[in-house]
């Protein structure tokens, strides 16, 4: 008894690193961001992505929980923010002493109350017959988002003004390195408090209902329910990153509880990874990285949207989530390295293969769209060349279909040493003991 007393104190510190210090780390790298990220459009990308994170988890608690594709979830991301923008401006007018800070929570009441109405009707039913429904309701309310220009706006939205509210130890979260430690803060309470949920027994139902809802009623749960109160607290957290969309743009509008809203969000949870938890934290961060990148880029950036969702659903089902989790085993055995000589040889035929399939998609844009107004000379990577030539059409081809072809001869060489890595074999010692036969 005595030597157990003694050595609990000592592995305290221990344990507690490491059942928190993943938090830690991620609390440590959202207020060093902006010390090392200091510009506007840094600021600006960050807090957005705060924003997709949230929004993305709370979808992810459908999908990748519950097992309910959702083709609306924008509905209560909109709603949410529209709540809130209105409520900052009836606080400023008013001079109501509410804090901004708190200002999010009326966005997550809103998309709790929608969440209720609709998830009462849509959680009826599962599979193919929920999507659609979701779909349904996704359209209605954005068909009324034009009609009820009292509430929504009309085509222009709903405007305010954050510095007009109460004070709050002096800060007025007119520069965007408040904001931005606003919605971190934010952020980073609804990843734990989301993530807590998954640790619930109702967490676990909902894993048990997306696996098995025979079973699950076997055992004396009603699928439905659980369902429905995954559906609820969805709507919370999406109305929760709507505020915080009002809070950072200071606008609302259609768009914000569109189909298009609705499809980024399943791009960003899809992409990530649904099957992991960190995986629509991953594909929020990516998606929208890409978004304000290769909009200033190209013009055509929503086909790479498409051709990465394409590639992911073929590919790596996954996401980039499913991808880290398949090298974890080879980390932990020590035998990551083994396969990395393979992954640089195969990234040749890779990035050949990207090469051609930008510079057709590049040059088809600019011939369908651009040639008319700037004429066929255009530029990639500082060489110029024109777009209805031959040349650039030849080499896009045979860099795509040459990438293609080296990547299908060189990829059983790569499974197998995969494979040999996944089982822990030891291919210097196979070497040997041939060498030596």
């Known amino acids: 008894m005595a030597i157990t007393t003694m050595t609990k104190p000592a592995s305290l510190p221990l344990d507690l690193a490491k059942r928190y210090g993943i938090w830690i780390l991620a609390a440590a790298v959202m207020i060093v961001l902006p010390k090392i990220f200091t510009s506007g459009a840094a ?20 999908l990748g929980q519950t097992g309910m594709l959702s083709f609306g979830h924008a509905v209560y991301y909109g709603l949410g923010g529209f709540l809130a923008v209105h409520a900052m401006n009836v606080i400023a007018a ?21 969440g209720f109405i609709f998830g009462a009707v849509s959680t009826r039913r599962a599979g193919t017959a929920f999507a659609m429904i979701s779909l349904g309701l996704g359209e209605l ?44 803060a934010w952020c980073f309470a609804c990843i734990v408090l989301m993530f807590a949920f ?18 699950a009623e076997f055992v004396g749960y009603s699928t439905q329910m659980v369902r429905f109160i995954a559906f609820c607290i969805s709507g919370f957290f999406a109305g929760i990153a709507g505020g915080l969309a009002a809070i ?51 013009g055509a950036w929503m086909l790479y949207f498409g051709l990465i969702f394409i590639g992911m659903v073929m590919f790596a089902p996954g996401g980039m989530a499913g991808l880290i989790m398949l090298h974890l085993p080879l980390w932990q055995r020590g035998t990551l390295l083994r396969i990395l000589p393979h992954y640089a040889v195969m990234a040749v035929p890779v990035l050949m293969s ?38 650039p059409w030849i ?43």
């Open 43 to 62: 600021l600006t990308t960050m807090c957005l992505m705060g924003i997709m994170i949230v929004f993305s988890l709370s979808y992810n608690m459908l």
């Open 198 to 215: 998954t640790r619930t027994p109702l967490g676990r139902m909902c894993n048990a209902v997306r696996e098995n809802p025979e079973r």
């Open 141 to 184: 309310i954005a068909s009324l988002s034009l009609i009820l220009r009292g509430f929504f706006g009309g085509e222009e939205g709903i405007t305010a003004n954050r510095t007009k509210m109460l004070t709050l130890f002096g800060v007025r979260f007119g520069p965007q390195i408040e904001v931005y430690y606003l919605i971190a």
């Open 395 to 437: 080499v896009a081809l045979a860099l795509l279909g040459g990438g293609l072809w080296l990547g299908r001869l060189y990829g059983p060489k790569l499974a197998a040493a995969f494979s040999d890595a996944a089982h822990g074999k030891d291919l210097g010692k196979d070497l040997g003991k041939e060498a030596a036969r």
């Open 248 to 298: 950072n743009f200071e606008l609302m509008n259609a768009v914000n509880i569109s189909g298009a809203q609705s499809g980024v969000v399943l791009l960003m949870a899809y992409i990530g990874g649904v099957g992991h938890f960190f995986g629509p934290i991953l594909g929020a961060v990516l998606v929208t990285l890409l978004q304000v990148m290769l909009s200033d880029i190209t």
């Open 354 to 391: 990207l090469a051609g399939l930008v510079l057709l998609i590049e040059t088809a844009h600019h011939q369908m769209v651009k040639a008319a107004s700037d004429g066929p000379a255009m530029a990639m990577l500082g060489i110029p060349f024109s777009s209805n030539t031959a040349p």
């Open 94 to 114: 008013d001079k109501l002493p509410i804090p901004l800070p708190v200002l999010p929570l009326a966005g997550g009441l809103m998309g709790l109350l929608f």
